[in-house]
């Protein structure tokens, strides 16, 4: 179960790194389905993973041609307080709910949902009008926004960001990506601290963590020493096979909790 985990930290973090959408949108989905994990386990190690690798591909794109915008660093504080709030809504359905099999399904549900919403915006991308929003509140409560999804969801930031900044900013492919990773950067590190100093880190494995965490800076190393020589062309194909394998994978993992959910009522 390792190696198959491991291996798609790899291939989520190139993918995540050139992309913009973090490698989280793909590590969850995937321990859903391949673990028997609980869903803050996931989201645990999903989050630090997806942390590290953005940490490690912003340093690699430091002096890149694409530069973080201005009014992004807005987006960013408000996708960090979103983050903190989105932690607490998923301890308080977690709560309420008592099983964990019902947290992960209003998980992939909503993943179900933003995917299929992103991948029919990206389609008809070129027929919609963008805007290049610059009140700030507007622009740190779409952060905010996306704050609570990435946290809930413990996708670190997904593909939603990449819709927004190019609905809400008008950024190209590229530029948007970047900007994403500096988004989620902001939204996991306050999520993380806010699990710690509340003392809500689950029990996990740490070698696996340590793995994840080690594959996820191989990940962005290589995944920005390979946007460096794809055209936005080449990145928006990436992202739409990525969609289409995240939809698959979501709605598996809902049809799996549905059932797991029934079973007890059947008996």
Do not use: H
Request: net charge positive; aromatic share 8%; charged share 10%.
């Amino acid at each position: 179960m390792i190696s198959s985990i491991v291996i798609t930290v790899l291939i989520a973090t190139i993918v995540g790194s050139i992309s913009g959408i973090g490698g989280g949108v793909l590590i969850k989905p995937v321990l859903d389905a391949v673990t028997s994990m609980s869903a803050s386990q996931i989201s645990f190690l999903s989050g630090v993973t997806v942390l590290t690798m953005t940490i490690v591909s912003l340093f690699r794109s430091r002096n890149g041609e694409q530069k973080i915008s201005g009014i992004t660093v807005f987006l960013a504080i408000g996708a960090a307080i979103g983050g903190v709030a989105g932690k607490n809504i998923f301890d308080i359905i977690k709560k309420a709910a008592g099983n964990d099999a019902m947290v992960s399904l209003i998980q992939n549900i909503l993943m179900v949902i933003l995917t299929v919403m992103v991948f029919i915006y990206t389609l008809e991308r070129a027929k919609i009008k963008t805007f290049e929003v610059r009140n700030k509140t507007v622009v740190v409560i779409s952060g905010f926004v996306l704050g609570v999804f990435s946290s809930f969801l413990g996708i670190g930031g997904g593909p939603i960001n990449l819709m927004i900044l190019s609905y809400l900013f008008s950024m190209d492919t590229k530029t948007a990506a970047l900007n994403s990773l500096f988004v989620i950067l902001f939204s996991q590190i306050l999520s993380l601290v806010t699990t710690i100093v509340t003392g809500n880190v689950p029990e996990i494995d740490w070698v696996m963590l340590l793995l994840m965490m080690c594959f996820a800076v191989v990940g962005a190393t290589v995944g920005r020493s390979l946007s460096k020589r794809m055209s936005p062309r080449s990145v928006d194909i990436l992202f739409m096979i990525l969609m289409a394998v995240i939809i698959g994978l979501s709605i598996y993992n809902c049809v799996r909790y549905l059932i797991q959910i029934s079973v007890p009522f059947s008996d």
